[in-house]
C-alpha cells in the first residue's frame, strides 16, 4: 500500500458488494460501439430466431409488442469500466422468442444491424436472464444505446446485451462475435473481471 | 484471473493546455502497441481503495515509454488527479495495450480521414506520429474540433504541414483571427471535401465525446460513406 498514485483518495467507498472488481460507478451512460448508429425504423424491424437447422421465426414490431412484456431493473457492467446501477427495461424476455422452437443448439450468435455479432452460451439466455428491450426508463430506446431494440443480458458485461439485435441465430458450436474476435473475453463475467483474451 | 497490471513511472508532464496535460510514463516489460490502442490506468488510495479509468495512448511506444493525453473532468475522480495530483517521480498502475478496432497499422496503405473532438484528438495523434515515423505513403488528412485556439493540443505537431498530412481545425466557440468559418459545430459541409478526397476508399476514424461522434458518423454516413469503414471511439 502506499506505493502507487500517492495522495490520490477517490469518491465514496460503500458500494462493495454491488460494483464488480475494476468498475466505476456512473449516473450518467457512456455508449460504446465500434461504429456509426445505424437508424432501424420500427416500420420495417424484424426479429428472428433461426435454429442450427435454418429453420427460422421471424417477428415484426407489432408481433413483438403483442408478446407479454416485462418490466426488470438491472445494474449493467461495461468493458470500459463504467457500471450503471438500477436501470429501468421493458421488453420481452428471451424465452418467450423460444418457447416453440426445436433445437440441440448450445450456443448463440445475437445479429445485429450494422453487422455486429456477439456470442453466448444459450443458457445464458433463458429462464428470465435476458430481454429484448424496447424501452429505457420510460421511453423508447434511443439509437445511440440500441433502438429501436437491443439484447439485454445483464449478468454479462454489456457489449454482450447487443444493440440494434435483429436475429438470434441458435449454433451447435461457439463462434466468437465482433469483440469477442478482436481481443474481448469470450463470455465476458464482470464478477470474475473476464474483459479480454487475456483474462 | 485478471491480466496483470504493470507499474508505470511518471517521467515528465508537459501542459497541452489550461487544464489537458501530456503524461510520459515508463513501464518496464512495455510490450509495444499499435497507434489508437488504449490503456487502464488504475490508482490506489492509501486504505487500498483503487479506481481505474481508459486512456489513449498518444504516441508509438519508444521501447518502455509512452505517452498519455488528459482532460481534467470537472470534479472526475481520476483525471484531475492525472493531470495535477500524480508527482513526477510517482507510479500508477496501466493495464493493456487494450482496443483492438480502432487501430491504424502502418501496413495498411489507404486514405485516411482522422476526425477529432477535444481530448479524442489524443489517439489520432498517435496514428499521426506512427503515420509519419512509417514514412508512410498514405493520405492522411486530421479534421480536429476544438472550442477555441487556446484548446487546441499538440500544437507544434498538429500545424507544422507534415507531408501527407493535412490539418483542418473547426472552431466551436470562437475561431482564431483571420479564419474564414464562422465558429460552430462540425456539420456535413465540413467534412464533404475531405470525404471525397477518399474516393470511396480508405478509412474513416472519429473519436471523441459520445455527442461529437454520433454527429460526425451520422454526417459521414449521409454523405455516403460506407457504415464500415468508420470506426469510433467514444470518451463518454
Ligand atoms: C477507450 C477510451 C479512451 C479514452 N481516452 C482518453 C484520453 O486519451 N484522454 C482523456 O482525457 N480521456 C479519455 N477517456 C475518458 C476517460 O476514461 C475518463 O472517462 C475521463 O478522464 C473522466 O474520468 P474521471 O474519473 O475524471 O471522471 P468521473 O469521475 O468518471 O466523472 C466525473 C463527471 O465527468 C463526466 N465525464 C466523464 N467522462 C467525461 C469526459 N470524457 N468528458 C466530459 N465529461 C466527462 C461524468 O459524466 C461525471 O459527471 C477515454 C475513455 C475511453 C472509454
Redesign the interface.
Same mark, same amino acid.
Given at each position: 500500500?502506499?506505493? #502507487?498514485?500517492? =495522495? #490520490?483518495? =477517490?469518491?465514496a467507498?460503500g458500494l462493495a458488494d454491488k460494483l464488480p @472488481? =475494476?468498475q466505476?460507478p456512473t449516473e450518467?451512460f @457512456?455508449?460504446?460501439?465500434?461504429? @456509426?448508429? @445505424?437508424r432501424v425504423p420500427t416500420e420495417t424491424w424484424t426479429f428472428t430466431v433461426t435454429t442450427e437447422n435454418g429453420d427460422s421465426r421471424g417477428w415484426t414490431w407489432d408481433e413483438m409488442m403483442a408478446l407479454p412484456q416485462e418490466d426488470t431493473v438491472h445494474d449493467i457492467h461495461c468493458v470500459? *469500466?463504467w457500471s450503471k446501477f438500477d436501470t429501468p427495461w421493458r421488453g420481452v424476455p428471451v424465452d418467450a422468442f423460444l418457447e416453440d422452437v426445436e433445437t440441440a443448439a448450445d450456443y448463440a450468435v445475437a445479429v445485429s444491424h450494422?453487422?455486429y455479432t456477439t456470442n453466448l452460451p444459450l443458457e445464458d439466455l433463458l429462464d428470465g436472464k435476458a430481454w429484448v428491450v424496447h424501452t429505457y426508463d420510460g421511453f423508447p430506446l434511443s439509437p445511440?444505446h440500441g433502438g429501436p431494440a437491443r439484447l439485454l443480458v445483464p449478468h454479462l458485461y454489456f457489449w454482450k446485451s447487443a444493440k440494434w439485435v435483429r436475429e438470434l441465430r441458435l449454433t451447435l458450436e461457439d463462434e466468437p462475435g465482433f469483440?469477442e474476435s478482436? =481481443?474481448?473475453h469470450n463470455y465476458g463475467d464482470p464478477w470474475r473481471?473476464q *474483459?479480454?483474451w487475456?483474462? | 484471473m485478471a491480466a496483470d497490471w504493470r507499474r508505470a513511472h511518471l517521467v515528465e508532464r508537459l501542459p497541452q493546455t489550461a487544464t489537458a496535460r501530456s503524461l510520459a510514463f515508463t513501464v518496464p516489460g512495455w510490450p509495444g502497441h499499435l497507434a489508437g490502442q488504449h490503456v487502464d490506468v488504475r490508482l490506489t488510495g492509501d486504505d487500498g481503495y483503487q479506481a481505474a479509468r481508459s486512456y489513449s495512448l498518444a504516441a508509438p511506444a519508444e521501447g518502455e515509454r509512452i505517452e498519455l493525453g488528459v482532460q481534467a473532468v470537472a470534479d472526475g475522480e481520476v483525471s484531475p488527479y492525472l493531470a495535477d495530483g500524480l508527482p513526477v517521480g510517482a507510479d500508477v498502475e496501466v493495464r493493456g495495450p487494450l482496443g483492438f478496432w480502432f487501430v491504424w497499422r502502418p501496413e495498411q496503405t489507404g486514405p485516411v480521414l482522422l476526425v477529432g473532438g477535444g481530448s479524442g484528438v489524443v489517439p489520432l495523434t498517435a496514428m499521426i506520429r506512427a503515420h509519419r515515423e512509417a514514412k508512410s505513403p498514405s493520405d492522411f488528412q486530421l479534421v480536429y474540433s476544438v472550442r477555441t485556439p487556446e484548446d487546441f493540443w499538440y500544437g507544434d505537431l498538429l500545424s507544422e504541414g507534415a507531408d501527407h498530412l493535412d490539418v483542418d481545425v473547426l472552431y466551436t466557440r470562437r475561431a482564431a483571427p483571420g479564419s474564414s468559418r464562422a465558429p460552430g459545430r462540425i456539420s456535413a459541409d465540413d467534412l464533404r471535401g475531405h470525404v471525397s478526397r477518399l474516393a470511396g476508399a480508405g478509412t474513416v476514424f472519429v473519436c471523441g465525446p459520445t455527442a461529437f461522434v454520433e454527429a460526425v458518423s451520422d454526417h459521414l454516413v449521409d454523405l455516403g460513406r460506407d457504415s464500415g469503414s468508420i470506426r469510433t471511439e467514444r470518451f463518454g
Open positions: 500500500m502506499g506505493t #502507487f498514485s500517492p =495522495g #490520490f483518495h =477517490g469518491r467507498r @472488481p =475494476g466505476y450518467s @457512456p455508449v460504446l460501439s465500434a461504429g @456509426p448508429t @445505424p470500459t *469500466r450494422g453487422g445511440e469483440w478482436v =481481443g474481448y473481471e *474483459r479480454t487475456d483474462d | -
